[in-house]
């Protein structure tokens, strides 16, 4: 019991240095990336703070962030000062620009950026933070994304209210459900500003919010839910029964569905144990609890390192293989026959759901069993 100030002190103080924010002072500095996020939140802004905090607000709010990314640095990492140390744009990720949007301000700002790209990429990509984020996490993680992973489309972001506490998993499941009428809102507003479709990307507790959204569309047969034509749930902490229970809910899933797992994802192997499982979604080991969902588990395992909880976005390895992915992506949604690159990975199916286990890159030919529907 001595210990548990002690951890309580530790906590904050750690929650406050990951909530720093640094600004660009000038011009950008040479080399470095400029990436803009437009921004939903349902994050309460704090007088003393620059940027969302953690409290919840029952309203949405709306803003367009540019990331600054530094040259010097590896692919998959956000490196940051650390303590007192200064911020240099040449190493770190910093604020460039900050614009607090209406919501009519926001459908503008999405309406305007797809207008500046082909028809065929005018698409909106929504990424949801996980756990234990503070708001300047999820922006620089989501730039971060955009930028590593070349994401085609306008990248958009919805930060709900965590906490950004490592010991607050209660608290950030009960603002992950807080939270569905805010992104419920932004989903909205991301149609009507005319995209040619919707993706959904989300990591860890952001996908339980993301799939508890997608269920109340569906529930009230909101238009907005056919506008979305994709999902990507990374690392996806969810209960599997609840998750096929949402499934049913929300009857046809959009294509592709990708479900990307790992079964060295130590905070998914953490949260089977509280919650008295043997898995999450998340961290499955064969398709058999999701088989007949439509899915595809995309399982990177073989490139996990530390708690390997966000391997998909961290290891640079994989960043460079899903370079290849976009292929793999349009054959998922078109079903195109043998539109599939030659990627070191082992496919295999099982009524109607595939699995696919990425490797890395080797000498060896990768072992290849091609389901019938994508033969």
């Known amino acids: 019991m001595r210990l548990l100030p002690f951890i309580v002190v530790l906590t904050l103080t750690a929650c406050t240095a990951r909530e720093r924010v640094d600004y660009v002072q000038g011009p950008p500095a040479a080399g470095t990336a400029l990436t803009t996020m437009i921004v939903a939140t349902t994050r309460q802004q704090e007088p003393d703070q620059t940027t969302p905090g ?80 503070t708001f300047i996490q999820g922006l620089y993680r989501g730039a971060q994304l955009d930028h590593d992973l070349r994401l085609p489309g306008v990248m958009l972001q919805y930060s709900w209210p965590s906490l950004g506490a490592p010991l607050a998993y209660a608290y950030d499941r009960d603002s992950a459900l807080f939270a569905r009428d805010g992104l419920v ?137 899903l370079d290849q992915m976009h292929a793999v992506n349009a054959a998922l949604a078109t079903d195109a026959s043998g539109a599939l690159p030659l990627l070191p990975a082992t496919i295999l199916t099982l009524q109607n759901t595939t699995q696919v286990i990425l490797q890395p890159m080797t000498e060896t030919r990768p072992r290849r069993i091609l389901p019938a529907w994508l033969r």
């Not at 109340?216 to 839910?225: F, G, I, R, Y």
């Not at 096929?244 to 998914?268: E, K, N, Y």
């Not at 898995?279 to 064969?286: K, P, Q, W």
């Open 54 to 133: 953690w409290d919840r607000s029952e309203n949405v709010a709306y803003g367009r962030y540019t990331v600054s990314i530094p040259p010097d640095r590896e692919v998959g990492e956000i490196p940051r000062p650390r303590g007192r140390q200064a911020a240099d744009p040449q190493r770190h990720f910093m604020l460039a620009e900050t614009q607090d949007l209406t919501g009519q301000g926001f459908e503008g700002a999405v309406r305007a950026a797809l207008s500046q790209m082909p028809p065929s990429e005018r698409e909106a990509v929504v990424f949801v933070h996980g756990f234990n984020n």
């Open 185 to 321: 809102e932004m989903l909205q507003r991301t149609q009507a500003a005319g995209p040619r479709r919707i993706i959904l990307m989300a990591h860890s507790m952001g996908a339980h919010l993301v799939m508890e959204a997608m269920r109340q569309l569906a529930l009230t047969h909101d238009p907005a839910l056919n506008a979305i034509g994709g999902v990507f749930l990374l690392s996806p902490d969810i209960d599997v029964d609840l998750f096929r229970q949402q499934v049913r809910a929300i009857g046809q899933l959009p294509r592709p569905f990708v479900i990307v797992t790992s079964q060295r994802d130590r905070i998914l192997t953490l949260s089977a144990r509280l919650t008295g499982e043997t898995a999450r979604l998340g961290n499955l080991s064969d398709v058999t609890p999701v088989e007949g969902l439509g899915v595809t588990l995309v399982d990177v395992s073989a490139f996990s390192q530390g708690v390997g909880h966000f391997t998909v976005g961290s290891s640079p390895a994989l960043i460079g293989l």
